[in-house]
């Protein structure tokens, strides 16, 4: 069984910090992109970011500039750096991750449970 686990959400000031994290782990074979999306309340779930496998990196334009996506192949995570946050970033994030694991064909999207990040004004 292929999991996702994210960690270091909570709630920050407008214009502080946090960093998120997002561990794989399971019968994993290999991993491809790997991403960061967010959903808010009454909202459709959006792109934040996204990162291949070597290293090329997306941002949606709402956070370009302000976040930073990055990852530890060794460790299987991805992480989310966040800085100036603003209370429009308020959401659940969810990060997803291209993985193709042992006795499977192709590889799947794979979706980590969400944490919450709450941005006061």
């Known amino acids: 069984q292929v999991q996702l686990v994210e960690s270091g959400g909570g709630l920050v000031q407008a214009g502080g910090s946090l960093r998120l994290s997002c561990a794989a782990s399971?019968?994993?074979?290999?991993?491809?992109?790997m991403g960061w999306y967010r959903q808010a309340p009454g909202k459709q779930r959006e792109l934040v970011a996204t990162?291949?496998?070597?290293?090329?990196?997306n941002y949606s334009d709402s956070v370009k500039g302000r976040f930073t996506i990055s990852r530890d192949n060794a460790k299987s995570t991805v992480y989310l750096q966040m800085n100036s946050l603003k209370p429009e970033d308020t959401a659940v994030y969810y990060c997803?991750?291209?993985?193709?694991?042992?006795?499977?064909?192709?590889?799947?999207?794979?979706w980590g449970q969400g944490t919450q990040v709450t941005v006061s004004s």
């Open positions: 399971g019968n994993i074979f290999s991993i491809g992109a």
């Open positions: 990162t291949t496998s070597d290293d090329l990196t």
């Open positions: 997803n991750a291209l993985i193709k694991a042992w006795i499977q064909g192709k590889a799947y999207n794979y």
